[in-house]
C-alpha cells in the first residue's frame, strides 16, 4: 500500500473503541447539556427572534403583535423545545468534531481530505437554507396567510388571527429545518459520487425526475402554499445542478484497463521501435 494511503494511527482493540466512544458521547451529551441550560435562560428572546417576522407583518398591519397559549403548561414546554432547538444548534460543531475525532483514526489520509470539505460545508449549507428560510421565506408566507383576516363590523363577522405558541413554533422550527436539510443535498450527492456509488452522468440522465422530486418534497414538507412550495423548489433545482458541478469536480477518474495492461505488457513497445524475429 502506499504511504500516502497508509493511516497514521495503529489499531486499536474493540475495548478501546468502547472507552474511546464513550469518552466522545460524553463530550457531546455534557456540551448539550450546558447549551441547553444556556438557551433555556434565553428561551424567550429566542422565541421571540423566531416570532419576529410574523410580528413585523402584523405591526404593518397596524396590529398588537401577539401570540396565546390555550394551556396551562403550554408556555413552559414550548420553552423548554426552543431551549432543545437552540441547543442542538449550538452544540452541533462539537458534536461534529467529536464525531470526526472517533472515526478519523480509522480513515487513510486521502480519506480525510477527502471528508474534510465535507464537514465545513455541512453546517455552513445548513445555515444557508435556515437563513433563506427566516428571511425571505417567513415574510412572505406570513403576509400571504394574515391577507385573510377580515374586519368585522356590526352587521359582518370578523375573521382574527389568534396563533398559540405552540403551534407558530411548530411550524417554524419544521421550516427551518427541512430548508436546512434540503439545502445539504449538494454534500450528499457530492459524497456518493465522491465514494463511486454514482457518477455524474447518471445525475444527468435523472435531471428531469429530480425536478419533479424537488417539487414533490416541497409540496410536502412546505405549507400549502404557492410562494412557500416555489420557495424551497427553485432552490432545490438549483442546488441539484450546483451538485452536478461539484460532483464533477471529484468525481475518481475511470482508468481504461486496456491501457493499462498495454503499458505493462512488454511485447508492446513504446518508443516507436519494432522487434523482428531472430533477434540475437
Known amino acids: 500500500m502506499a504511504a500516502s494511503e497508509e493511516s497514521t494511527d495503529k489499531p486499536m482493540p474493540l475495548l478501546d473503541h468502547l472507552v474511546e466512544l464513550r469518552r466522545r458521547l460524553i463530550w457531546s451529551i455534557a456540551t448539550f447539556v450546558i447549551a441547553f441550560g ?6 424567550g428572546e429566542i422565541y421571540r427572534f423566531l416570532a419576529a417576522p410574523l410580528a413585523e407583518i402584523m405591526r404593518q398591519k397596524n396590529e398588537q403583535p401577539h401570540l396565546i397559549y390555550t394551556a396551562l403548561y403550554e408556555a413552559f414546554f414550548t420553552y423548554l423545545r426552543v431551549a432543545v432547538f437552540g441547543a442542538i444548534f449550538l452544540s452541533f460543531p462539537m458534536i461534529a468534531i467529536q464525531a470526526w475525532i472517533f472515526i478519523a483514526p480509522g480513515l487513510y489520509r486521502d480519506e480525510k481530505r477527502a471528508f474534510a470539505p465535507f464537514l465545513v460545508a455541512t453546517p455552513v449549507l445548513f445555515l444557508l437554507g435556515a437563513a433563506l428560510a427566516y428571511y425571505l421565506v417567513f ?36 421550516m427551518i429545518l427541512a430548508f436546512g436539510t434540503c439545502f445539504e443535498l449538494p454534500v450528499v450527492l457530492t459524497l456518493l459520487v465522491r465514494v463511486g456509488l454514482v457518477q455524474t452522468a447518471q445525475l444527468r440522465r435523472v435531471r428531469r425526475y429530480a425536478y419533479v422530486g424537488a417539487f414533490a418534497v416541497s409540496a410536502v414538507i412546505a405549507p400549502p402554499d404557492a410562494i412557500t412550495m416555489l420557495s424551497l423548489a427553485i432552490p432545490l433545482v438549483i442546488l441539484y445542478e450546483i ?13 481504461d484497463e486496456d491501457d493499462d495492461e498495454s503499458d505493462d505488457d512488454p511485447s508492446h513497445p513504446h518508443d516507436g521501435t519494432t522487434t523482428t524475429d531472430g533477434a540475437s
Open 38 to 43: 444556556i438557551c433555556y435562560h434565553f428561551s
Open 139 to 174: 415574510p412572505m408566507a406570513w403576509k400571504f396567510f394574515l391577507s385573510f383576516q377580515q374586519t368585522g363590523g356590526a352587521s359582518d363577522m370578523g375573521i382574527q388571527l389568534q396563533a398559540r405558541v405552540s403551534e407558530y413554533l411548530d411550524l417554524v422550527t419544521k
Open 243 to 255: 451538485s452536478i458541478l461539484a460532483a464533477r469536480l471529484v468525481e475518481p477518474r475511470r482508468v
